[in-house]
């Protein structure tokens, strides 16, 4: 009798330890520092192109982002859309939990895979070597099913209809739950630096610098009107052509020489557009680590509003995140986003000082070379610069691993801003310094006299 209870107890043990390691094992998958936010559009794949995607009542999406991490040996089973489900604390009462209309990565900003997958097909999505996100289906009546490739990704999740400031979303993601918060919208920048017209208000004794630089404009001047003078007695002396031709025809080239020593507007003052050096033109980067600087509430407010094409106030958000301080990555990634910023308010010389600075930085990521390169190739191209829009081109083929294109649209209006851009500075060369001295110093052809 004995016997057969320690059997007995034996086996009960057996069958238990099993049970109670697997209950006591760690998650083998994480999600972790969510944010989300309502903006007006998605950018969704669409062949090999990403094109921008509204929703059909015009209210927008709620966006959630999170990095979605595996454990090394462990592993996250395929997670269906349907049931990855957001429900806001702000809803109608009684309401059901939204699912998913879109899964994606975070590539600058949110970049969608398209739920229109066909049967036994993989749509993919690659994050530079070790990072990925698919979705396939078994059937044509089977869900949409979503599956990380690689040990980590930065998850974007969309639903339809957008959410208010201050709402408590409670989001269903792999049989967890998980709570977010939309944070308030940010405060506006203020600034108290004097302008441009304030600062020519401010009047007071000239330097030493100021004074020499005015006496040595009139000795120009001077000289000038010298030589001026010279060159018409010289023209006096020589024997008048005949009444019936000398008028006019006089008259016509002075009027040509005003015209040529006129200014061409404020075209001088503009900057010279950096060219590319050895350090931008990388192929290997780090990766995103944790953002713990001073200036991560500006940084993660700056995405917002730059995903809701609120171009300055990310700018200034940007400016303010990197004087507060960031991690090397993140300031690299400050520094590409006010690029893009830049560009879509047409400010092309701006756009490619930021872009070069992202692009040189000492840890610069995938996340932010990509934009940076993609958007220098087309602006190189359109200016001329062929052998940095190559180069430009060469860093972005080395990052794209999910074969990402820029908006056609977008690419438009970069063309425009940026021939806009080269026009002016064609009409600042020469100067009007450089055409003052061209035309007093100008000699006309000898003729003879009839």
């Known amino acids: 009798m004995a016997t057969t209870a320690l059997a007995l107890v034996g086996l009960v043990v057996a069958i238990l330890t099993p049970l109670a390691a697997a209950q006591s094992s760690p998650e083998s998958w994480s999600l972790t520092g969510l944010t989300a936010q309502s903006v007006p559009a998605i950018w969704m794949r669409d062949d090999n192109d ?63 895979l398209s739920p229109e997958t066909r049967v036994r097909e993989v749509s993919r999505m690659a ?180 995903q809701a094409e609120q171009f300055a106030e990310a700018d200034a958000l940007l400016d303010a995140a990197i004087t507060k301080g960031l991690p090397a990555s993140f300031e690299c990634g400050a520094w590409s986003l006010r690029g893009q910023a830049a560009v879509s308010r047409g400010e092309i010389p701006l756009a490619i000082t930021y872009f070069l600075k992202a692009l040189a930085g000492p840890e610069v990521t995938s996340q932010a070379a990509l934009p940076a390169a993609m958007h220098l190739a087309v602006i190189y191209d359109v200016l001329g610069l062929r052998a940095d829009s190559q180069r430009m081109e060469t860093v972005a083929k080395a990052v794209n691993g999910a074969g990402i294109t820029l908006d056609p649209e977008a690419i438009k209006r970069m063309q425009r801003h940026t021939q806009a851009y080269r026009k002016a500075l064609r009409a600042a060369r020469p100067t009007g310094l450089k055409a003052l001295l061209g035309r007093i110093f100008h000699r006309p052809r000898a003729t003879s006299a009839p």
Not at 52 to 79: A, C, K, W
Not at 91 to 112: D, F
Request: hydrophobic share 40%; charged share 25%; with cysteine.
């Open 50 to 112: 990403f094109v921008r995607r509204t929703p059909p009542d015009g209210e927008g999406f709620l966006e959630i982002q999170g990095r979605l991490s595996v454990q090394p040996g462990g592993r996250l089973d395929p997670v269906a859309l349907p049931e990855i489900r957001a429900r806001i604390s702000g809803s109608t009462p009684g309401a059901k939990p939204q699912s998913a209309v879109a899964v994606g990565v975070s590539i600058a900003m949110c970049r969608y």
């Open 127 to 306: 994050v530079g070597k070790d990072g990925g996100l698919g979705v396939s289906r078994d059937s044509a009546s089977a869900p949409l099913k979503l599956a990380l490739e690689g040990p980590t990704v930065d998850l974007c999740i969309a639903f339809a209809g957008p959410a208010r400031a201050g709402d408590i979303v409670s989001l269903e993601f792999g049989g967890r739950a998980f709570t977010v918060s939309l944070p308030e919208p940010p405060k506006p920048v203020v600034s108290f630096a004097k302008t441009d017209a304030e600062k020519g208000l401010d009047f007071g004794l000239p330097s030493a610098r100021t004074a020499a630089l005015v006496g040595l404009s009139l000795l120009v001047l001077g000289v000038g009107a010298f030589a001026f003078w010279r060159w018409r007695a010289r023209r006096a002396s020589v024997p008048a052509k005949p009444a019936e031709s000398s008028g006019e025809p006089e008259r016509e080239s002075d009027a040509a020489a005003e015209h040529a020593a006129a200014p061409e507007g404020p075209g001088a003052e503009l900057a010279e557009p950096g060219r590319v050096c050895p350090e931008h033109c990388r192929t290997s980067f780090v990766r995103v680590g944790a953002n713990v600087g001073a200036g991560k509430t500006d940084f993660e407010a700056a995405l917002r509003v730059l």
